[in-house]
C-alpha cells in the first residue's frame, strides 16, 4: 500500500514536498516513480528513482525544478517540487512494483496510491 500526501495549493514560483509512504513489503527492493494526472489528460511520469537511488530519471517537462529521494530506513520517497508553474496542477501518484520497462509507463507499475492533489493558483 503506497499513501501520498503533501499536497496543496501553491502560487506559481512556489514550492511543495510530496511524500509517499510506503509497508516494508511493498517498498523493499522496489523502484519508485511519481506521475501526474490534469483534467482530461493521461497520466504521466514526472520522476523516477531505483532501489538504492542510484538511477534517477525525470520528465524533461519538471527537469531542474522537481527532485526525487527516497528514504529506505523510513520506507518513503519524496517529491520536492520547486518553481512550480500553473502547468504543475494535477494529482500526483507514486507508483511501485516496477516490472521492466518504460520508467514512466503507468502499466509498468504494480501498486499504486490514492494520490494528492497539487494545485498552482
Known amino acids: 500500500q503506497l499513501v501520498e500526501s503533501g499536497g496543496g495549493l501553491v502560487q506559481p514560483g512556489g514550492s511543495l514536498r510530496l511524500s509517499c509512504a510506503a509497508s516494508?513489503?511493498?517498498?523493499?527492493?522496489?523502484?519508485v516513480a511519481w506521475f501526474r494526472q490534469a483534467p482530461g489528460k493521461v497520466r504521466e511520469g514526472v520522476a523516477y528513482?531505483?532501489?538504492?537511488?542510484?538511477?534517477?530519471t525525470y520528465a524533461d517537462s519538471v527537469k531542474g525544478r522537481f527532485i526525487i529521494s527516497r528514504d529506505n530506513a523510513e520506507n518513503t520517497v519524496y517529491l520536492q517540487l520547486n518553481s512550480l508553474k500553473l502547468e504543475d496542477t494535477a494529482i500526483y501518484y507514486c507508483?511501485?512494483?516496477?516490472?521492466?520497462?518504460?520508467?514512466?509507463?503507468?502499466?509498468?507499475?504494480?501498486?499504486w496510491g490514492q494520490g494528492t492533489q497539487v494545485t498552482v493558483s
Open positions: 528513482i531505483s532501489t538504492q537511488g542510484g538511477t534517477i
Open positions: 516494508a513489503y511493498t517498498f523493499r527492493g522496489n523502484h
Open positions: 507508483a511501485a512494483g516496477f516490472d521492466g520497462g518504460s520508467v514512466f509507463r503507468a502499466a509498468n507499475y504494480g501498486y
